[in-house]
Nanobody, 124 residues
Framework: QVQLAESGGGAVQAGGSLKLSCAVS????????MAWFRQVPGKEREGVAA???????NYADSVQGRFTISQDTPKETLYLQMNSLRPEDTAMYYC??????????????????WGQGTQVTVSS
């Protein structure tokens, strides 16, 4: 059974930093794409960043240059380093796993497994 578990969310002031983690277990195939999405109430879940098993990364324009996605393959953990946080980054953050490559990029309906989410709140 595939399980994803996010952690690391919290409350921070604008300009601050947070690092999210996502522990993955039970996925037997080494070829996959991992990604972070976020969602605020009343809006669709939007893609933030993705990383393929080959290390290729892709970012949403809104976070380019501020967020960094990475993965520790032996530890089966995905990370999202978030710097220069803004109030508009406030959302529930989810990690997702997609079989195969990351293409098409950051399309939530392409992802096969999801975590339960971790809340990030940025105050001005």
């Amino acid at each position: 059974q595939v399980q994803l578990a996010e952690s690391g969310g919290g409350a921070v002031q604008a300009g601050g930093s947070l690092k999210l983690s996502c522990a993955v277990s039970g996925y037997p195939n080494s070829r996959n794409c991992m990604a972070w999405f976020r969602q605020v109430p009343g809006k669709e879940r939007e893609g933030v960043a993705a990383i393929g098993s080959d290390g290729f990364t892709n970012y949403a324009d809104s976070v380019q240059g501020r967020f960094t996605i990475s993965q520790d393959t032996p530890k089966e953990t995905l990370y999202l380093q978030m710097n220069s946080l803004r109030p508009e980054d406030t959302a529930m953050y989810y990690c997702g796993l997609k079989r195969g490559s990351c293409f098409p990029f950051l399309k939530q309906n392409q992802y096969n497994y999801w975590g339960q989410g971790t809340q990030v709140t940025v105050s001005s």
